[in-house]
């Protein structure tokens, strides 16, 4: 049965995970450029929030943002 | 009474304005999709590297596996996000000055520290329902064998909530001795993972908080009460003891 299993059935299963990542992704990078920042530069924190799935963008919500 | 019920209010909206609700969610929902998705997954990724016959044998995954997994890699992984995400609690609000306001309205320091543990507890308890009940899809959905029941998660989601109790109150304690929440998180992420370092120990292993995550992926209840006992009375003192540091902070 795995063996069968084609790249649009592994996409079809990974699609909740994907849209997860994405969505969190952008709201970040959308959150980073009104945000005022600590600890990195904001270049730096794009990066880590597009490389590290899930984990950057939560570092940059708990550790990057300067609160109000 | 107001103190706790305002306090209580203030930390949704806070833990809303944070996004700690997002990166608690992320901690504990994420893995119950993408670790039986992943274990599903497994075998095509190396199907070209392991010939399939000794494939079949290797990764024969029934659902409770996959539940199993779960388990695990929410104390392996989901385990921090829940930690630093309460690291910052009660050293923020001393140290930036946002307590002031309160305490000179003669706020009840007890009742703020509990606000700050029922809150989180709160997120953490749905939270964790919500994602056992993903992970019994998904795990139903993509592997044969005995299917995983609500009267399986049960037990799970008890100890699980038991579990976290004791690793909030841990963070919150040490929130309250650290100036800044990497240091207390840390602190607690350290102290949370020895838990498991006791259980290697055969006489130690029951009065290791740890060993209601071993419990929970051998979905046995067994010897269950000591470490219940245990880890609500090690929780119990942690809060205790947070509130007397609460009470004896200065603030300026």
Redesign the interface.
Known sequence: M??N?DMEE?LK??A??IV?QFA?MIFCLVKLKNDRVKHLPKWAWALIIIIFN?VG??VY???GRE?? | MMTFKAYLKKEFIEGIRQYKYIALATGIILFSILDPVMLKLLPSFISNKIPANIINQLFEFKPKDALANYIKDLFQIGTLFIIFTAAGSINEEIYSQKIVFPFSKGANKSQIVLAKYLHFEIAICLLLLVGLFFNQYYANLLFEGQKITVSDIVPVYFLLCIYYLFVISLTLLLSSFTKKNISAGILACTASYSTALFSQFEKLKKFSPYNLILLTSNFGSQDVKTTLVTTILLTLIFLVTTVFRFNSLEVN
């Open positions: 795995l063996g299993m592994m299963l990974l909740p995970v997860l969190l899930f963008p939560i919500l708990l550790l609160r109000d």
